[in-house]
């Protein structure tokens, strides 16, 4: 059975930084692509950042530059660094796994598996 388990949550205020960790069990660490999304009220989840097995690193433009994905293959965990946060990083982060090759990392259908997600608030 294939387990997400997104920890980090919090409510914090413009500016200030915050990391998530995934803690992936179940799977075959080597064989994903380890995913974030968000996806704040109202609106559709989005794409946030990838890494593969090899740490190549993907971002979305609205965070590139403030946000740093890694993930340690050994502890089979992912993590997210978010700083300079802003009110509309306000969001459910999820965590999500898809199989290496082929498909784009930027697609939500595409993952396969998913955690239950945790709550970033922004204050301004």
Do not use: H
């Amino acid at each position: 059975q294939v387990q997400l388990v997104e920890s980090g949550a919090g409510l914090v205020q413009a500016g200030d930084s915050l990391r998530l960790s995934c803690a992936a069990s179940g799977l075959t660490f080597s064989n994903y692509i380890m995913g974030w999304f968000r996806q704040a009220p109202g609106k559709e989840r989005e794409f946030v950042s990838a890494i593969s097995w090899s740490k190549s690193t993907y971002y979305a433009d609205s965070v590139k530059g403030r946000f740093t994905i890694s993930r340690v293959n050994a502890k089979n965990t992912v993590y997210l660094q978010m700083n300079s946060l802003k009110p509309e990083d306000t969001a459910v982060y999820y965590c999500a796994a898809k199989t290496s090759g082929g498909t784009s990392v930027y697609i939500t259908n595409d993952y396969t598996y998913w955690g239950q997600g945790t709550q970033v608030t922004v204050s301004s």
